[in-house]
Structure formats: structure tokens, C-alpha cells
């Protein structure tokens, strides 16, 4: 054992200082971070190897929507400049390969142990510690319990009738076999038309013998233009990349990205084209930069949503199709897609597109999908109904904090949290980019980063103070969600039916479940309440020292 300072009188000889949950972009993160603290660390992954959400989604076409050059860490320069992105987007294996180079770069796997899934944390007041049990039945305890479950991780199958009766191959698109799926000569289903699905069925379109895509509601997206990246580009981004970074943490989604301080309502019909199409032309969702309103006012937004839907009637030569494909609420309401060759797919005779949105599907029958009278006969179905985002991982797992109360039982009004970080009566317990937090609105990436620094920090802070327990005043978090939900109030984003409201998965309560106010307020919030001596939190000490309570200002928000 080494002689550095445990964080808690209450270690056993079998616990830890911490317990990570999660070996995705976070939870290797936090892992490096902690080890230089010099804690003893455990991560716990169900997966067999790292990568979090990049292990799992393999799906044909899976590819990041943040270039590549941003979605990527920054914490070691070192690594920033040795590593080669080799596409504006990288691919799912790329981004693996980049996950499987960080682990072994630093280190990191000797403290990870795999296909392992934590079943259960349960907080002991009495010794002041997490007890987690392992689906194998081993128990581990630390005194500090993160959770770098993933926001996008548990996923999301609709209770579709006969489902277990389909006689042929059943994929999720986050869950995507290991092994290479042909789907060479075979009639293939689609359901669902989020990013997953828009990334993949131009992908199967090209292999399937005929591909049916079910469609509830018609999502926007934009071209992503992909390209190799060009060797004096990179070489550039090499040179500058400590201001790239810099200028994207000043960013409202944390991503360096070309924005226009104007309003489209204050622009020409003229002017409000040619912006549009260059960015249409430029590629990603950069498009959704092209006016500082477009999420703010509603007849802003339209014009945005015209010019995407006169796209659609461009591109896809059978008009009733275009229709059928083109979205009528707010843009960027669901999260904005970019795809590649998405619209043309529909105009290849082996590609069906069937409107599930009045009359839904009524089952899956042994050989195929059936709606109403009609059944569509095929051979592999290919769920792409996402995830139960932000808090499906954490539910997955029974947790519980003091006085045994459970998470599931906490928010079942929906999330409660203090910044997205920890919430009240769970002592101890950190979400890295947990709901509350701008996590899936912003890069993730940067967000990882700043959650994993701010714990670092708190732990760092607790020892040097010999204190070795932390716990969000409930006041606080109040005021904190209050907060979260005013915000959400004032953006066009939670005026429809999407997963960031909760809205796809039956009986989830509808709460807007990030952060909308930006990546760099934000972050200036967090700073400010280390800054005020943690507040709005409880810190104490179990044994000899008296709890210091540092209340919640009135501008906590
Ligand atoms: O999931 P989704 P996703 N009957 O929830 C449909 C991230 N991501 O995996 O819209 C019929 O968006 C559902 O229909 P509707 C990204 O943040 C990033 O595609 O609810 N259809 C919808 O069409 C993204 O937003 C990347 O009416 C049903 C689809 O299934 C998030 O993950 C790539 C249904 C689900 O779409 C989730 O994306 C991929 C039913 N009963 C994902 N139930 C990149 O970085 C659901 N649907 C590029």
C-alpha cells in the first residue's frame, strides 16, 4: 500500500478512495485524474473493453457529428499532438482506437475491470461510505462513488408486440454485435429516424436487397460534407490548438463553430438565403449558427426550417416522399442530424419509406413488421429507437443514498440535481455530465473535461481540509432546478416531443433534462460556487470536526 493520505477513516482493507463507474471518455478521465491525486482507484465497466458509448454504438455509419479535431481531449497536449485524426468526422472505430490509445497511453487499464456491471450502490451513513455490488455478487466500497455512466448509454426498445417472435435477426443500433453484419441480399427494416438511423440507413441501403425505413416523425438534418483531413489543416490545428480550445470553451455549445451575431428576422429574404445555403454548402451543425435567434424566435426558426425542407423537395425526386420526409415543427428542436446522402437514399428503387406517424406499427409478426392490414416481409430488423437518455444508466442501477431512499424514487418528478453534479441525500455521489449539466447540448467532450476537473478539485479541497463528506444543501439544488427549468422555458428546444425531455420513452416525466444556459456561464456558475467556498454545499467530517454549511445565495442560479 502506498503512503498517501486516505480520503476516509472508514476504508476497509478491501475498499477503495473511489469507486468509477463507466470506462467511456469520462470514466477514463476521471481515473487518470484521481490516480494523480494518488487515490486508489477502481473503475468498473460492463463492457470488455473502454470506450463507453464508442464501443457500443458499431452501427453501419456510426460516426461523431463534432469534428473530429474538437471531440477530442485536450487535458495532455502531448496527446493532442501525436494523435492523427484522419477525417473532418471520425468514425466509430476511429474514435475506438482513439478511446483504446488513451488507456493504454496512460496507463489506465490495470485499474479497470471489465464485464463487470455495478448492479447496486448503497450509501452506509454509519461508516460513511458507497457499497457497490458487482453482477458477479463481489461488494467494493470506497467513500466516493462516480457515476461516468454516459448520458446516451441505456438503451431504448419500445415494447413492440410479437417483438420475441420475429423469426430473423433483431439489431439496436447501440448495441451493435462485434461481429460484421452483412445485410448483402437481405430485405432489412429500419425503425426510427433519429441520428443513429440517418447515419445508418444510407449505409444498409447500399447493401440491403430492399430496405424499409418506419418512420414516426421526420427529423431534420443537414449534410455533413466529410472529408480526409488535409495534412497542412492538421498541421495548422497542431500549431493553434491551445486557441482553438480556448475559443470553443467561450462558445455557447463548447465547439469552435462559426456563428453569426445576427437575427434572422432582421435579415433580407436575400440575405437570410445565402446564409443558409453557404452553410448548407459548408456542412454540419454549424447550420444551426446561421442567425443568433433561430432557437429563440419561432418565426426566426421557420425560415431555417423552410430552406432544410426545400432541400428535401430538391433532392428527393418523388414529391410525396419529399413530404412525407419533411419535418413541420421547430429545427433543432430534436437534436439536429447530419448525415451523408440521407435524402438521396430515398430516391433508390430498393428503399421504402413507410409512415408509421397516424397509423403505428400494430406488431412485429415472425417474419415481418406489421401496420394495419399491410405486412412488410423481411429478413433483419434494425431498432434504432435510441436511448433513455441522462438518467436510464443511472436507474439501471438501485441507488441508494441516505436513509435508503432511492435515485428512482428521488426524481420521479423528474432529474434533481445541484449543477448536474451531485444531488441532495446522496453524500459523496458525483454524476460526471449528469442531467442539469449542458452535457448533450455542448461537445461532450470539453464537458467531460470540466465535470472530471471540477470533482478532482473537490476531492483535493476535501483532504486538505480533512473533511470527507459532501452533499448538496437542498435548498441549493432547488433553486438550482428551478434555474435549469427557466432557462429550458425560454428555448425554442423544449417546445416538442424529444429524448431531452423524456418524451420517448412511455411514463418518463417530461423535464427539460440539460443545462441550456451554455458551456462558458455555465462553467463561470461552477467556478463561483468553488470560489464561495463550495456553496450551496454541505462539507463535513464524520468524526471529530462540526459540518460547515455554506448557504446558497440568492443568485445561486
Ligand atoms: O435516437 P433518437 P438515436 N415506433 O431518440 C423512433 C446521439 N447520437 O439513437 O421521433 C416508431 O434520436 C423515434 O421516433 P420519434 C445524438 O445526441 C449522436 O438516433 O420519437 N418509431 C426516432 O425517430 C442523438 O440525438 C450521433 O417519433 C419509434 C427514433 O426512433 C441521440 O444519440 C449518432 C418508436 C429514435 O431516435 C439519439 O439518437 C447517433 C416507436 N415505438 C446518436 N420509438 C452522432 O454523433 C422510437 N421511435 C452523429
Redesign the pocket.
Known amino acids: 500500500m502506498s503512503n498517501r493520505p486516505a480520503l476516509n477513516n472508514a476504508r476497509t482493507h478491501t475498499g477503495y478512495d473511489a469507486v468509477i463507474v463507466g470506462a467511456g471518455f469520462a470514466g477514463l478521465y476521471m481515473l487518470y485524474r484521481l490516480r494523480q491525486l494518488g487515490l486508489h482507484v477502481r473503475v468498473f465497466e460492463s463492457g470488455s473493453g473502454v470506450g463507453g458509448?464508442w464501443y457500443w454504438?458499431r452501427?453501419p455509419g456510426?460516426?461523431?457529428?463534432?469534428e473530429s479535431v474538437q471531440?477530442s481531449y485536450q487535458f495532455s497536449d502531448a496527446l493532442q499532438q501525436e494523435w492523427e485524426w484522419t477525417e473532418r468526422?471520425a468514425t466509430q472505430p476511429e474514435i475506438l482506437r482513439y478511446a483504446n490509445h488513451v488507456a493504454d497511453r496512460f496507463d489506465l487499464r490495470r485499474d479497470i475491470q471489465f464485464d463487470t456491471r455495478i448492479t447496486s450502490a448503497t450509501f452506509d451513513e454509519s461508516r460513511a461510505h458507497w457499497s457497490l455490488q458487482t453482477q458477479h455478487g463481489k461488494c467494493v466500497t470506497a467513500p466516493f462513488c462516480i457515476m461516468a455512466t454516459g448520458?446516451?448509454s441505456s438503451t431504448?426498445t419500445?415494447?413492440?408486440r410479437g417483438l420475441d417472435t420475429f423469426r430473423g435477426e433483431v439489431y439496436h443500433?447501440?448495441r451493435w454485435p462485434h461481429e460484421s453484419v452483412d445485410f448483402t441480399g437481405k430485405r432489412v427494416g429500419v425503425?426510427?429516424?433519429?441520428?443513429?438511423?440517418?447515419?445508418s440507413i444510407p449505409v444498409i441501403a447500399e447493401q440491403a436487397q430492399h430496405l424499409y425505413v418506419?418512420?414516426?416523425?421526420?427529423?431534420y438534418t443537414v449534410p455533413a460534407r466529410n472529408t480526409p483531413l488535409d495534412p497542412e489543416y492538421k498541421r495548422e490545428v497542431k500549431r493553434s490548438y491551445a486557441a482553438l480550445r480556448s475559443h470553443a470553451k467561450q462558445m455557447f455549445a463548447g465547439i469552435d463553430l462559426r456563428l453569426n451575431d445576427q437575427a434572422a428576422v432582421q435579415a433580407s429574404e436575400e440575405e437570410r438565403q445565402r446564409e443558409y445555403e453557404s452553410r448548407w454548402t459548408y456542412g454540419g451543425v454549424s447550420f444551426m449558427g446561421a442567425f443568433n435567434d433561430l432557437l429563440f424566435n419561432e418565426a426566426s426558426n421557420a425560415t431555417a426550417a423552410a430552406f432544410v425542407r426545400s432541400k428535401i423537395h430538391e433532392i428527393v425526386r418523388d414529391p410525396a416522399i419529399a413530404e412525407a420526409l419533411s419535418p413541420s415543427y421547430v429545427i433543432g428542436c430534436?437534436?439536429l442530424?447530419?448525415d451523408t446522402g440521407y435524402y438521396d437514399t430515398f430516391n433508390r428503387a430498393n428503399v421504402t419509406l413507410v409512415d408509421?406517424?397516424k397509423a403505428?406499427?400494430d406488431a412485429i409478426t415472425p417474419v415481418g413488421v406489421k401496420q394495419g392490414t399491410r405486412e412488410y416481409t423481411i429478413d433483419c430488423l434494425v431498432?434504432?429507437?435510441?436511448?433513455d437518455?441522462m438518467t436510464g444508466a443511472l436507474f439501471n442501477i438501485d441507488i441508494r443514498g441516505k436513509g435508503g431512499q432511492t435515485l428512482r424514487e428521488k426524481w420521479l418528478g423528474g432529474p434533481r440535481t445541484y449543477l448536474g453534479l451531485m444531488t441532495a441525500g446522496f453524500p459523496n455521489f458525483f454524476t460526471i455530465t449528469g442531467p442539469g449539466s449542458p452535457s448533450?447540448l455542448t461537445n461532450m467532450l470539453p464537458s467531460i473535461e470540466q465535470h472530471v476537473e471540477w470533482i478532482t478539485d473537490c476531492l483535493k479541497h476535501l483532504r486538505s481540509h480533512c473533511i470527507d463528506r459532501i452533499e448538496p444543501t437542498l435548498e441549493a439544488e432547488n433553486e438550482w432546478v428551478a434555474h435549469v427549468n427557466e432557462v429550458a422555458g425560454t428555448n425554442l428546444r423544449s417546445s416538442c416531443?424529444?429524448?431531452y425531455v423524456g418524451?420517448?420513452v412511455p411514463g418518463k416525466p417530461r423535464v427539460f433534462m440539460p443545462y441550456i444556459g451554455g458551456f462558458p456561464a455555465y462553467v463561470q456558475k461552477c467556478n463561483a460556487v468553488v470560489a464561495a467556498g463550495y456553496r450551496g454545499f454541505v462539507l463535513s467530517a464524520t468524526s471529530h470536526r462540526a459540518a460547515q454549511v455554506i448557504p446558497a445565495p440568492a443568485d445561486s442560479a
Open positions: 458509448t454504438n452501427y456510426a460516426r461523431c457529428d463534432v471531440y468526422y448520458c446516451l431504448n419500445p415494447s413492440f443500433t447501440g425503425i426510427g429516424t433519429g441520428s443513429s438511423a440517418i447515419q418506419f418512420q414516426r416523425t421526420p427529423h430534436k437534436r442530424c447530419v408509421v406517424s403505428p406499427i431498432l434504432a429507437t435510441g436511448f437518455a448533450v416531443s424529444s429524448w418524451a420517448n
